[in-house]
């Protein structure tokens, strides 16, 4: 009998891995790939996102449903913790832009390979191209059934992850097994994710470094990138998740976007003051933003007139189309294509001190599985690393 099954190779099953079995106990990790961290390969553009420097209250604001949870589980092994753990293993690691944290190699393989030498220094028995199909809760042992063989053990901890990328196995299989075993499971949805527009915009390709997004009374500043479909982009993936909950209810909705956020209406009234009178507004906004996006929306408005003839009044009304340039929304991408899965098991089932299901004792849950997710920027890497230290140091 196994004291500890653990179901997913993925950062959060690793971790609970290693560090239930560093404890001394006897722990079987069961992956349905053909090797560990697949999904983790992918991570920030192949180069892995380990995790987010900000402090903990700044951090905490990047996860936009059920935070609270993971305070403890942060307190416990949070982002400094990660570092930390990773440069004794011998990771050499980078700060870049906005605290995010990366190995200097910028490859996952990284951050993968040292894990893997820590499953084998622990001891891990480590099951690949195997697929749990059953677990079943016996009076003082559960049943874990597989495509291969039945397993005993003490205790499960179940970190399957959520619907995004299905090629590496992320298919919901935790879903099932949690739901099977009594728990609620929060709709899931596509979280982090472009969005498509109602018309299709002749812009594919434009990327805007600063804009401010304006949506559901949140102003979210940062980058967009202009699709065929419509828009992506670190900003637009913040958003995401909500517009896919308003578009449940409403067949289209609407983004706003200050293409300008550098300036407000009477800065650029007086820089406009400032330009040739005699050249159209045209010439004086392709200052600031692409000349293809300017003759888009010049060209949709019919606005290019030659400054001079233009007065005050139309003048503020012409910059306001682009502090609120308008796009309609129809859709965002599928739960397949997102970065990340909204939804998951309702975490008031979970003790979050030790990530223990207050339904059934001795089954744990970790990482996207969770009805918790956090914006891109290397915290949902953080939340499945510090909730598989939790169940695993619990143990």
């Known amino acids: 009998m196994y004291d500890v099954i653990v179901i997913g190779a993925g950062p959060s099953g690793m971790m609970a891995s290693i560090i239930a079995a560093s404890k001394g106990n006897n722990v079987l990790l069961i992956e349905k790939n053909n090797r560990v961290g697949k999904k983790l390969e992918l991570t920030g553009g192949t180069r892995c996102n380990l995790t987010n420097l900000k402090e903990i209250n700044h951090f905490i604001k990047e996860i936009p449903v059920n935070n609270k949870m993971l305070l403890s589980a942060l307190t416990k092994f949070g982002p400094n913790d990660i ?18 944290v990366f190995p200097i190699s910028n490859n996952a393989k990284t951050i993968i390979d040292v894990l893997y030498k820590e499953l084998n220094k622990y001891k891990v028995a480590i099951h690949l191209n195997e697929y749990v199909e059953k677990i079943e809760i016996k009076e003082n042992y559960k049943l874990v059934a597989t495509n291969k063989n039945i397993y005993k053990t003490k205790k499960v901890i179940i970190a399957t992850g959520g619907f995004t990328y299905p090629q ?7 879903y ?3 739901s099977l075993l009594g728990h609620e499971i929060v709709d899931v949805y596509p979280a982090e994710t472009y969005v498509i527009s109602k018309e299709a915009l002749p812009l594919a390709g434009i990327d805007l470094e600063n804009v401010v997004i304006k949506f559901n009374n949140k102003e979210i500043d940062g980058a967009i990138l202009f699709t065929h479909k419509g828009l992506s982009g670190p900003s637009i993936f913040k958003i995401s998740g909500e517009v896919y909950q308003q578009l449940k209810n409403n067949k289209y909705v609407t983004i706003v976007i200050d293409l300008i956020p550098n300036y407000n209406i009477d800065q650029l009234l007086i820089e406009l003051g400032k330009y040739n009178q005699k050249k159209e507004i045209g010439n004086f906004i392709k200052q600031f933003l692409p000349k293809r996006l300017v003759d888009y929306i010049i060209n949709t408005h019919e606005l290019n007139d030659i400054i001079g003839n233009i007065s005050r009044i139309k003048r503020i009304e012409l910059l306001n189309i682009f502090k609120n340039f308008n796009v309609i929304i129809k859709g965002t991408g599928s739960i397949e294509e997102s970065f990340v899965t909204g939804g998951g098991i309702n975490v008031k089932s979970i003790n979050p001190k030790t990530m223990e299901s207050i339904v059934v004792k001795g089954i744990y849950f ?22 598989g230290y939790v169940a695993g140091d619990s143990i």
């Open 83 to 100: 570092y930390s753990y990773f440069e004794k293993l011998g990771v050499s690691l980078k700060v870049e832009d906005n605290n995010r």
């Open 168 to 174: 590496t196995g992320s298919t919901g299989d935790g």
């Open 366 to 387: 970790v990482g996207e599985i969770l009805d918790i997710h956090g914006n891109i920027g290397g915290y949902n890497i953080t939340i499945a690393l510090s909730t």
């Open 176 to 178: 099932k097994f949690a």
